[in-house]
Nanobody, 122 residues
């Protein structure tokens, strides 16, 4: 399965963005999906993840209450709604998929999108 991330851009602090991760060449249904981010000089970190059915989600402490992950399996798409953005959220955001369960380590994900840049200005 191939993943395509989109929706990044430049936003002022306090603003919102919605990222999308679309799958092609297969279905998203067998996969848990995570959104990772990587800022310059920092390790790639998991910010949110969602189970195959959408019934279980994970959020990093730094984004709880501000970010919401969701999925539409009929559209083969996973979303990351990001509200109350902060300059510290500036990073390249990647979506990734693995089967069958959510895990936190980036090396445990098999499929990756190309990344979309989110820049939050103060």
């Amino acid at each position: 399965v191939q993943l395509q991330a989109s929706g990044g851009g430049l936003v002022q602090a306090g603003g919102s963005l919605r990222l999308s991760c679309a799958a092609s060449g297969g279905t998203f249904r067998p996969y848990a999906v995570g959104w990772f981010r990587q800022a310059p000089g920092k390790e790639r970190e998991l910010v949110a993840a969602i189970s195959r059915s959408g019934g279980t989600t994970y959020y990093a402490d730094s984004v709880k209450g501000r970010f919401t992950i969701s999925r539409d399996n009929a559209k083969n798409t996973v979303y990351l709604q990001m509200n109350s953005l902060k300059p510290g959220d500036t990073a390249v955001y990647y979506c990734a998929a693995r089967s069958p369960y959510i895990t936190r380590g980036p090396y445990e994900y098999d499929y990756w999108g190309q990344g979309t840049l989110v820049t939050v200005s103060s």
